[in-house]
């Protein structure tokens, strides 16, 4: 079973949508603590194979001792990032697939533990990487970064009105306290907190002024946009006809890109034959778009995290079917 009191978002709806086979081979991208890949071991039989990835080395590890894939040949774990998607599928074996999963965004036990440094409602080393040993801390790039350059990634990444005056004040504490400067994820939160209120008329109900800003430095420190990109292509070209992509959502710029992806491969936007009205011959078709889920009632009133959470499905198409 997963993490003890650990219950993903949209859990049953993402099963189903995969729409498992008891003998298929199936990517889960984002194990976490197992929640997504125990559900989807619970439906397959001995010749059924899950291979789990994560660039989180604590979920790595996590999953290297999960009862559930302990002694199980089915199960795989391995750390990597989704644009390494297609070497993780041929290391072990495999070329094609029955179904890949992406539930995005920042998992419960990295916001929990505030070592971590992607809570600012826990005090701790403003770090926010997924992986604490590879690449630049959020707090060493804010050291060396300019004014224009924090200012791009709150505003691109955050989409915070505010971006400038939240770069202003960054910088300048940077500058007053040198190496000093925001070691602490509450410094940083409690610095744009005062820069939000002296500018929003009214708070904003239910939302940390400091919301936007740490989610654009996790954003942006982890190249998360960059790698949903690349993740998306190597799932594409590794599904097998009929096999599943789905994807889990938590924000606005992660499922524009998922929206668009799927969109552009099933042929909505593809030009169109003149006469005929459909679409234009020669166009490759090679996905079917399936369902977009969003969380009930009874999941947002049971987990805030649900609330902006977007599901969406599609299906790879045979070569057949794909070309037009």
């Known amino acids: 079973m997963a993490e003890p009191g650990h219950v993903p978002v949209l859990l ?3 099963v189903e949508a995969l729409s498992i086979r008891a003998d298929g081979i199936y990517v889960d991208c984002t194990f976490g603590r197992g929640g997504h890949s125990a559900a989807i071991l619970a439906r397959l039989g001995g010749q059924g194979r899950l291979m789990a990835m994560d660039r989180d080395p604590q979920a790595v590890q996590a999953g290297r001792q999960w ?3 302990l002694g199980d040949a089915r199960f ?6 989704f644009s ?5 599928v041929a290391a072990h074996g495999h070329d094609r697939v029955d179904g890949v999963l992406f539930d995005l965004g920042v998992s419960s036990p990295q916001i929990d533990e505030a070592a971590r440094g992607f809570s600012f409602r826990a005090d701790g080393p403003l770090d926010m990487r997924m992986d604490p040993t590879s690449g630049q801390s959020a707090r060493q790039w804010l050291l060396t970064a300019s004014e224009e350059q924090i200012s791009q990634v709150v505003r691109d990444y955050g989409e915070e009105r505010f971006a400038f005056p939240i770069a202003k004040a960054i910088a300048a504490r940077c500058r007053h306290a040198g190496a000093d400067a925001l070691q602490t994820t509450g410094e940083l939160a409690t610095l744009v907190a005062g820069v939000v209120r002296s500018r929003r008329k009214k708070p904003e ?8 800003t740490f989610q654009a430095l996790r954003i942006f420190i982890n190249q998360e946009l960059e790698e949903l990109q690349d993740g998306l292509i190597a799932a594409l070209a590794c599904l097998r006809p009929g096999g599943r992509l789905a994807v889990i959502s938590f924000h ?11 969109a552009r491969e099933s042929g909505r936007d593809a030009p169109r034959d003149p006469i005929r009205g459909g679409i234009a011959a020669g166009v490759r078709i090679r996905l079917r778009p399936v369902a977009r889920v969003l969380p009930d009632e009874g999941e947002r009133s049971a987990n805030p995290r649900a609330r902006s959470a977007v599901l969406r499905v599609a299906e790879r198409l045979a070569d057949s079917e794909a070309a037009r």
Not at 205 to 212: H, I, M
């Open 84 to 88: 390494a998607l297609g070497e993780v």
């Open 76 to 81: 795989s774990i391995d750390q990597s990032r």
């Open 252 to 262: 606005s710029l992660e499922d524009r890109i998922v929206k668009q992806f799927i």
């Open 205 to 212: 109900v239910g939302k940390d002024p400091a919301t936007r």
């Open 12 to 14: 049953d709806p993402t």
């Open 67 to 69: 009862a559930p894939g």
